[in-house]
C-alpha cells in the first residue's frame, strides 16, 4: 500500500517540479533588491526636500523676506551668544519705544563700568505677555541687568491680534518648547496653538510658512539673485553669526527718519490720546501677571531688574487729560520689589526735536537717553 501511495503522488506531482528553480528565485532577489532601493531613495529625497524646504524657510524668516520682523528669528541666537560672554551683560527689553531709543554702543562708550557691555532686544509691539515664552532663556543668560520697559504702554490690559502671534509660531522654531516650562500655565489656552512643543507641530509651522518662501525662490530667481529681505527697513538684521551681527543687537538697523508735519503730528497726537492702548490699567491681567512672573524668574536667577519708563513728546503730555494716567503710579508701585529699581521719566519734558512722532525717539532723543540713562545704570552697577 504504501508503494501504490508513493507512486500516486509521483504521478500526480511531477519530480522536475519538486526540484527549485534557482533562476526564478534569482529573479524575484533582484525584483525585492530592486523594489527596496526605489523606496529608500525616495525616502532620502523625500527627507532632502523636507530638509532643504526646513533650511530655506528659517533662512527667510531669519532675514526678513518672509516675515516683517527677522528679530523674531533671532531671540534665542542673541540669548545664547550673550549667555557666553564674560563680560557684565546690561540686556533691554520692550518695544518699539526701546527698540527705537537704546543705543548699546553708546550706552558702552559712554560707561564708567569698564567690563559692561549693552544689548538691545527689543521687539516692535513687544507687551509682557508676548515677552512671556522668552522669560526661562532670558533668565539663563547670566546677565548682571535686564532693563524692562514699564512705561503706559506696558500697563494696558491689550493682548494683541493674531498677527501679534505670528511671532510665538516663529521662536517655535528655534526655542524648543516642551509644555513644561515655567510660564506655561499663564498662556491662555486659545493661543497655545501658537507655541509648537514638538517636532511635528514645528513642522506644522514650517510648512505654514512655505507658499511664501517659494515665493522668494521665484522673485530671487527673476532677479539674478536679489531679495526682498529688509535691507533699509526696522527688523533687518544682518546674516546670522556674521561679523556685522553681535553690533545689531547693541543697536538694531532702522529706519531713516522721516520727522511728521506740524499737522500729521497734531492727528497722531489726538488718536493716541483717545487710544486705549496708551491707557495703562492696574487690573490683574495677562500682561501684569507676566511682567510679575518675568520679574520673579530674573530675580530667582540673581539677575537685578530695572523698569524703565521712558518720556513722550511734549504735545502728547499736554493732550492727556489730568488723571488719565493714574492708573499708571499704581501698577508700577504694585509691581515693584524690594531689589528692583524704578527710572521714571515718564512726565519729563523733553524738546520735540527728540522725538520722530507722539512715543519714539529720534537720534537725537536716543543719545539723550544714552546720557541720561546710562549714568544712573552706571552707578547701580557699581553698587551690584
Request: glycine fraction near 4%.
Amino acid at each position: 500500500m504504501g508503494k501504490g501511495l508513493l507512486s500516486s503522488m509521483m504521478h500526480l506531482t511531477p519530480l522536475r517540479d519538486l526540484v527549485f528553480d534557482s533562476t526564478d528565485y534569482s529573479e524575484k532577489k533582484e525584483t525585492i533588491f530592486q523594489t527596496l532601493a526605489s523606496l529608500i531613495t525616495s525616502l532620502l529625497c523625500i527627507l532632502i526636500i523636507i530638509t532643504s524646504s526646513s533650511i530655506w524657510i528659517d533662512g527667510t524668516l531669519e532675514d526678513g523676506s518672509v516675515k516683517e520682523n527677522a528679530r523674531w528669528s533671532h531671540l534665542k541666537p542673541a540669548y545664547d551668544y550673550i549667555s557666553e560672554q564674560t563680560s557684565d551683560d546690561v540686556i533691554f527689553v520692550g518695544s518699539s519705544r526701546f527698540f527705537s531709543g537704546i543705543d548699546g554702543r553708546c550706552f558702552e562708550d559712554n560707561s564708567t563700568h569698564d567690563n559692561a557691555s549693552y544689548w538691545n532686544l527689543a521687539i516692535r509691539g513687544d507687551f509682557p505677555y508676548l515677552r512671556l515664552p522668552e522669560s526661562d532663556t532670558l533668565s539663563s543668560t547670566n546677565a548682571k541687568v535686564v532693563v524692562i520697559e514699564a512705561g503706559l504702554n506696558t500697563f494696558n490690559s491689550g493682548i494683541g491680534t493674531r498677527d501679534d502671534y505670528l511671532r510665538w509660531e516663529v521662536e517655535s522654531l528655534s526655542f524648543d518648547f516642551d509644555g513644561d516650562e515655567s510660564w506655561w500655565d499663564l498662556i491662555d489656552p486659545i493661543h497655545h496653538s501658537y507655541l509648537a512643543d514638538s517636532i511635528s507641530e514645528r513642522f506644522d509651522i514650517r510648512q505654514q510658512f512655505s507658499p511664501e518662501a517659494a515665493d522668494e525662490i521665484a522673485h530671487r530667481l527673476l532677479l539674478f539673485g536679489g531679495s526682498r529681505a529688509m535691507q533699509d527697513r526696522d527688523g533687518a538684521m544682518p546674516e546670522l553669526n556674521s561679523i556685522d551681527w553681535p553690533e545689531s543687537l547693541k543697536n538694531p538697523p532702522r529706519n531713516s527718519e522721516n520727522l511728521l508735519s506740524k499737522e500729521e503730528m497734531r492727528i497722531y497726537v489726538n488718536d493716541a490720546a483717545k487710544s486705549s492702548f496708551w491707557k495703562p490699567s492696574s487690573d490683574t491681567h495677562l500682561n501684569y501677571m507676566s511682567l510679575n512672573h518675568i520679574v520673579e524668574s530674573l530675580e530667582n536667577n540673581g539677575i537685578t531688574v530695572i523698569f524703565y519708563s521712558p518720556p513722550v513728546h511734549p504735545d502728547f503730555l499736554q493732550a492727556i487729560p489730568s488723571g488719565h494716567w493714574d492708573e499708571f503710579n499704581l501698577s508700577i508701585e504694585s509691581i515693584q520689589t524690594n531689589s528692583s529699581y524704578f527710572i521714571d521719566q515718564t512726565f519729563d519734558i523733553w524738546d520735540s526735536n527728540s522725538f520722530t512722532d507722539p512715543v519714539h525717539f529720534s537720534y537725537l532723543g536716543r543719545d539723550k537717553v544714552c546720557s541720561s540713562v546710562g549714568s544712573i545704570i552706571d552707578s547701580i552697577l557699581m553698587e551690584l
